[in-house]
């Protein structure tokens, strides 16, 4: 085979073809398949239609070297996707035991017997590879069609993505035209999008035009910004240094408001951050009702640094639960910085941590006043030191997003504080 360098896409569903649901996957996996240097040259949403699916797959086969398609590996008879694909390459299907056996044993493992149904998912076409579902139970397929590939993936986004990621990516590597794409990812808070990307703007216009070209794009979401860099070349090492060298100047150029040049995210970083020094936090949540512990306590090994917290949306409760003196409130408000600050301190104090953490803010749509509009939003944390620190904080966005901004400043006032 002369190397897979353009692939075809199919977004199998017929629930794909009304108003209801869009295509999200082949965007993602366009993305994917770019960086791994091939390009897509098709890319077609169908029906759960034999007919349709195996007239849009032969078509792919004829102008590409790869045909990736997601959806339609369920159990159900509209599930139609592995039937055809193997009737297309010519090939009869068999049963896999061994696959067999790992959808009954995740049944089992919920305490529930396989419905019978669930066995076509075991059925393989001869000569095609099983790929592993480590999230559900329909496992992808990479089956040899002559001299092209025809890859079939789950269609929900979470099975689809680590299985592309973990088990085809690496193995359209080794097919590839004799090149590795490599990538970094620059995470960083506290600043807008358009901010981050003026900063960094001439120097990733530098990166481009360098000897290992570096390209670069930025993404953006509720408190998070990253730079992804990427780099192809024959000799990893040259593309490692390059992109090594790129992430140090981008960061030296951003500032203290990148926290991650490692792929860590904020919540492991404020978490290393406490365990290096022996601290242990504790949270009071009023218009996060409990998303930065969770996010606090996403990372494996935080019951080393987070004591617990308390969600003090009533007044009552951040009056009873955390001894803030309600005439704070009456004449501050709740959102207000003397009374995150009470929040802080009486969750430090309460909780026996070193360290209290406070969120109280206006998420809306209603709830804001001229004074206070909806998006203002204020964290303080107390300890380890004396003096606590307070921010007030104005954000755009819908509830979730004011949320999860304030979820990811309050991290951030920790991550800085204890830099
Ligand atoms: P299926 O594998 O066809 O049973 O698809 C299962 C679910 O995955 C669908 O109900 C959708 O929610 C999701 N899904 C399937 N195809 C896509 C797609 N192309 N983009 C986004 N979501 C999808
Ligand atoms: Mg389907």
Redo the contacts with the bound molecule.
């Keep these: 085979m002369g190397g897979i360098r353009s692939a075809g896409i199919l977004a ?2 017929s ?1 794909l073809l009304t108003p209801f649901r869009t295509d999200t996957n082949s965007a993602w996996l366009t993305a994917r398949l770019n960086d791994l240097g091939i390009d897509v040259r098709l890319s077609a949403v169908v029906g ?1 239609d034999a007919a349709d699916l195996a007239g849009a797959l032969r078509l792919a086969l004829a102008r590409a070297d790869l045909v990736v398609a997601t ?2 590996l ?1 159990p159900t008879s ?2 139609l996707t592995r039937d055809v694909a193997a009737a297309v390459a010519g090939l009869g299907m068999e049963l896999d035991d061994a696959v067999l056996a790992k959808i009954r044993a995740r049944f089992e493992r919920r305490g529930r017997p396989m419905p019978p149904s669930n066995a076509r998912q075991a059925q393989v076409p001869a000569g095609a590879d099983v790929l592993e579902n480590d999230v559900g139970t329909a496992p992808g397929l990479w089956i040899p069609a002559g001299e092209r590939i025809v890859v079939l993936l789950p ?1 929900p986004p979470a099975e689809l993505q680590p299985m592309f990621d973990r088990l085809v990516a690496p193995r359209l590597q080794a097919l590839g035209v004799g090149r590795k794409i490599r990538r970094r990812v620059i995470a960083a808070t506290g600043q807008p999008e358009s901010a981050i990307d003026e900063a960094a703007s001439p120097v990733y216009r530098a990166l481009e035009a360098g000897a290992v070209p570096i390209s670069t794009s930025i993404l953006a979401s509720a408190g998070q910004i990253e730079l992804h860099l990427s780099a192809a070349g024959a000799d990893v090492a040259a593309v490692d240094r390059a992109l090594d060298a790129a992430v140090e100047r981008l960061a030296a150029v951003l500032g203290p408001v990148v926290f991650s040049v490692d792929g860590r995210s904020l919540e492991q970083v404020v978490g290393e951050a406490l365990a290096a020094r022996r601290l242990r936090i504790a949270a009071a949540e009023s218009c996060t009702a409990g998303l930065a512990l969770a996010r606090l306590t996403d990372v494996p090994g935080s019951s080393a640094w987070v004591v617990g917290g308390v969600v003090a949306y009533d007044n009552a409760v951040k009056i009873g639960a955390l001894g803030v003196p309600a005439a704070l409130i009456e004449s501050h408000g709740a959102v207000s910085e003397p009374v995150a600050d009470a929040m802080a301190e009486g969750v430090r104090r309460r909780l026996g941590a070193d360290v209290g953490l406070a969120i109280t803010g206006i998420a809306g749509p209603s709830g804001g006043t001229p004074g206070k509009p909806v998006g203002t939003v204020v964290v303080a944390m107390a300890g380890p030191g004396s003096s606590a620190i307070v921010r007030t904080l104005a954000f755009a966005g819908d509830r979730a997003m004011i949320r999860r901004f304030s979820v990811a400043a309050a991290l951030d006032l920790v991550r800085r504080t204890l830099a």
């Design positions: 199998v569903g629930e759960d959806g339609g369920g509209d599930d269609g």
